[in-house]
Nanobody, 119 residues
Framework: QLVESGGGLVQAGGSLRLSCAAS????????MGWFRQAPGKEREFVAR????????YYADSVKGRFTISRDNAKNTVYLQMNSLKPEDTAVYYC??????????????WGQGTQVTVSS
């Protein structure tokens, strides 16, 4: 089970740190990703981190403002979000990236945490 936390209401320009804690299964051997879905829009990729934390990838829309990190000892992945904009408002989900039928895919998802950025 993946459980996100840390969402909330923040003013534009503010910061939030999201956490994704895994229970019942380890994620330390897997890449992890963050996604978001705004009302009326499709879910979109935000950031990804490899199992070791050695490589990270970001959507262009968040590059330079968001930072993904992980603590494998705590089985937790984080998303530090700075300089937040109203367009960052969405439900944020974390997911585990695994090899599924020969292709990498996100196979386990959290329930999401709401982030609302006011202007």
């Amino acid at each position: 089970q993946l459980v996100e936390s840390g969402g909330g209401l923040v003013q534009a320009g503010g910061s939030l740190r999201l956490s994704c804690a895994a229970s019942g299964r380890t994620v330390s051997n897997y890449g992890m990703g963050w996604f978001r879905q705004a009302p009326g829009k499709e879910r979109e990729f935000v950031a990804r981190i490899t199992w070791s934390g050695g490589s990270t990838y970001y959507a262009d829309s968040v590059k330079g403002r968001f930072t993904i990190s992980r603590d494998n000892a705590k089985n937790t992945v984080y998303l530090q979000m700075n300089s937040l904009k109203p367009e960052d408002t969405a439900v944020y989900y974390c997911a585990r990236r695994a090899l599924v039928s020969g292709n990498y895919d996100y196979d386990y998802w959290g329930q999401g945490t709401q982030v609302t950025v006011s202007s």
